[in-house]
């Protein structure tokens, strides 16, 4: 999977993610970004400790292929009881490859959290084929039957700049904070226009796609965090996907924009 940053961040946490840092190097709308996540490289970076009991909905998503020991691979959410949404990057291996995990704030602690494995999955057709559409749905094989669920972003113009988001995540930290712990940081967006210059020969796609982070860099999402949720005001708004590098200047995470692709997702959760 190829994932954040430079890859696609949402993959990286297996094998690609991001590019952040595992070299993966899928660019967003190309037929190859992110088709394999790249190793748990990077967790959020510049943030602080967060507490899966504040955010229930906030799933880590493990993979037998994962280089980690603990099998990070990507992060989730939690939008039915029986249905994560995540990154398309990083759901190209089989189904029953896949754990998703809920409630495990140190993934080196597997006595804690509730698991379920996965008994299929949809990922946009459009993924690969077009820019943006790095999104997909995984269905439990056991409901997470009980636990807080996030709904999806539906207007468009949610992703106004200066708009106070936040990113959760169990990748990469670059040395900002321990490893496969569940941190957070917000990540203001910072609007199309940006992203549009910034990352002019990588394929942003405003249609599509959130440009949320800093101008001077320092805190971002990064391999491993691919597929997790960008958060604004109670509702899934973005879904982690890619970007060059982790925490640089100039190069702020791009996330998959929900109220784009929200009638097929909620179409997928319904079903």
């Keep these: 999977m190829t994932g954040r940053k430079q ?70 959410t939690l939008v039915a009881a029986n249905k994560i949404v995540t990154a398309a990057h990083c759901s190209q291996e089989p189904a029953s490859t896949y754990t998703a995990i809920q409630g495990r704030d140190a993934l080196s602690d597997p006595s804690t ?30 409901p997470f039957d009980g636990v807080p669920t996030l709904t999806l972003e539906t207007d468009k113009a949610a992703d106004a700049a200066g708009a106070a988001s936040v990113v959760y995540g169990w990748g990469e930290t670059e040395g900002t904070g321990p490893a496969n712990t569940f941190q957070k940081v917000d990540v203001p967006v910072l609007g199309d226009a940006y992203c549009q210059k910034a990352y002019a020969s990588e394929g942003y796609t405003a249609d599509g796609e959130i440009c949320a982070g800093y101008d001077e860099g320092g805190k971002d999402s990064c391999q491993g965090d691919s597929g997790g949720p960008l958060v604004l005001d109670g509702r899934l708004f973005g879904v982690v996907s890619w970007g060059v590098g982790c925490a640089d200047a100039g190069n702020p995470g791009v996330y998959a924009e929900v109220a784009t692709y929200a009638a097929d997702l909620q179409a997928q959760i319904d079903s």
Excluded: F
């Design 7 to 76: 890859l696609v961040r949402a993959a990286l946490a297996a094998g690609v993610l991001t590019v952040a840092s595992l070299g993966a190097v899928a660019v967003a709308g190309s037929a190859t970004a992110a088709q394999a996540p790249d190793g748990p490289k990077t967790r959020i970076v510049g943030g602080t400790i967060a507490h899966t009991v504040d955010t229930p909905w906030a799933i880590q998503l493990s993979n037998t292929g994962s280089p980690d020991p603990t099998g990070e691979w990507c992060g989730a």
């Design 113 to 142: 959290g509730k698991e379920s494995a996965i008994s299929s999955i949809w990922v946009d057709p459009q993924y690969g084929k077009a820019p943006g559409h790095d999104v997909a749905v995984m269905t439990l094989a056991t």
